[in-house]
């Protein structure tokens, strides 16, 4: 996998809820999601821990924020059956 690619993540919170994110490190974005690094956004913080579900890789960030932003728009089913291809 080329080191210049961005990941687009979708991530199961503690209390059940999901996140959509992207990241240029999806090991090191996960570790701050966890608390394990710092830097990890206020939302999964009081929900740790935290699990991948599903990740994609873009080629760029523009590639990676608008497929974020698509995932965002879905519903909850949505982005679980996502999670399950």
């Known amino acids: 996998m080329a080191e210049d690619c961005w990941h687009v993540y979708l991530l199961r919170c503690s209390d059940g809820t999901l996140y959509t994110g992207i990241a240029k490190d999806l090991q090191r974005r996960l570790r701050q999601h966890n608390g394990e690094l710092a830097g990890g956004p206020k939302y999964t ?8 579900l599903w990740s994609c890789t873009a080629e760029d960030r523009s590639a990676a924020s608008r497929r974020e932003a698509a995932i965002k728009r879905l ?9 399950e291809r």
């Open 45 to 52: 913080r009081g929900r740790r821990p935290v699990s991948l």
């Open 75 to 83: 519903d909850r089913g949505e982005k679980l059956a996502l999670a």
